[in-house]
């Protein structure tokens, strides 16, 4: 018995209010320099979600409940202290709720382009094979936390796949990305050029992976093609004018075809050539080519988190090891098939379709800031046109969709429009919540003033 009435003094205690209080309050004070250092999602998964705060705000809620029970009976001057603790519980619950229950993610979606599918805070970790690079068998899944359980070259993590092993032996929180490509005996073809003209000028990449005989790359009014050979474009309609290129070993072969025409210019390049490709006055420069390669992408690390900045980690695979950014693929190839490793956000469909009908921007004057941007969206393709503003928020199927951002080319064209999307099923009850605590502070002060008065 002794025992019982010390736990429950214990939890009706001030100095476990205190103490539980300056818990959350430090919790928060590191979770707003750690979101500064390295981003939202890492602060949500290291400090916001985790158990030491779901443990303190249970503990909170504990104390309050118990502090209520010491006041029983309950009296009528006990209105204000009651509706106010009522209400300090109303948010913690809905806050778990929301905590276990709630969606919290992001979508980018491009003009003219529909989606059902949002990027959760969520990170998987998957492997597939293949043996023709074509049809995937997924191998391993797995829910990764390495902003908590970061791997290392004395801790990696390791993924068995039968007689074959993966290792992950680091991890950058914070790191830029520069794409580049790398000779592979077992690659595609990859190859870098500059178009120029007096409006612009732009340099890229183009790769075609083993085992896809045609890839695209958009430029505005132009597009260029890498190809395994011209008879692939025969189901293909053009209605761009286009560069067609096929890699035969250390040259690579031309087409410049325009829509609507019969007529084709055809030719070969090497490194360094410069193609005059009709566009106005642009010019193609090859700058590299490599007939067998695979992506490398180059990271460095940051101390801080910014709009271009990603997690990273190192794959290790039979001595070889690579990096991959989130939210990005990387191949390895064996003797006999080859492995595809993904490092994604977790995906989780909405239930209806966003389509980006149209995006508009407000610059401010002499400036390329943005001052104001709103996208025009469609929902499961109706006809009524929905607006969502950085003040002017969509909500539908219990889903509030905000306008958080957007893409723009190298030209400054905005090319995407990204929302945060969040699904808060404790949001009324948290309100409802802060609601009680607002009068229960309004009824102690109007007693506590009468008091004063009647003094």
Known sequence: MKVLIYIYSFFCSLKLAVFTLSALIILFAIGTFYESAHGRLAAQEVIYRSYWMTFFVSLLGLNIIAVMI???????????????????IFVIVGSLITRFYGVDGNMRLML??????????????????????????????????????SPSQKKPHFISLGSDILEINNFYPVATARETYQPALRGGPALRFQIKGSRAEMVRWVFKPPGMNKVKLSLGPAQVFLLDSFSDMKSETLDRPSLLLVSLGEKIQYELRKPKSDKILKGSLKKGSVLKTGWMDFQFRLIDYMPQALPN?????????????????????????????????????????????AYMNERKKLGFHLKLKDFKITRYPSSFKAASYESEVQVNEEKKIELISMNHPLKFAGYTVYQSGFE?????????????????????????GSLLIVLGSFVLFLRRNRRHRSR
């Open 70 to 88: 010491d006041r029983w009976p309950w009296k009528k001057k006990h209105i204000g202290f009651l509706l106010a603790h009522f209400g300090i």
């Open 112 to 149: 003219n382009k529909s989606n059902d599918q949002i990027n959760t805070s969520s990170v998987l970790l998957m492997v597939y094979s293949s043996f023709d690079a074509k049809n995937l068998t997924e191998l391993y899944r797995e829910k990764v936390s390495f902003f908590r359980h």
């Open 297 to 341: 992408t180059i990271f460095t690390p940051r101390k801080k988190s910014g709009e271009r900045t990603n997690s990273a980690i190192q794959v290790e695979f039979k001595g070889e090891k690579r990096w991959m950014g989130l939210n990005s693929h990387l191949f390895f190839f064996d003797e006999e098939k080859v492995y595809v490793i």
């Open 408 to 432: 723009e080319n190298e030209e400054g064209v905005p090319i995407a429009s990204v929302f945060s999307i969040n699904k808060d099923p404790g949001r009324f009850i948290k309100y409802f």
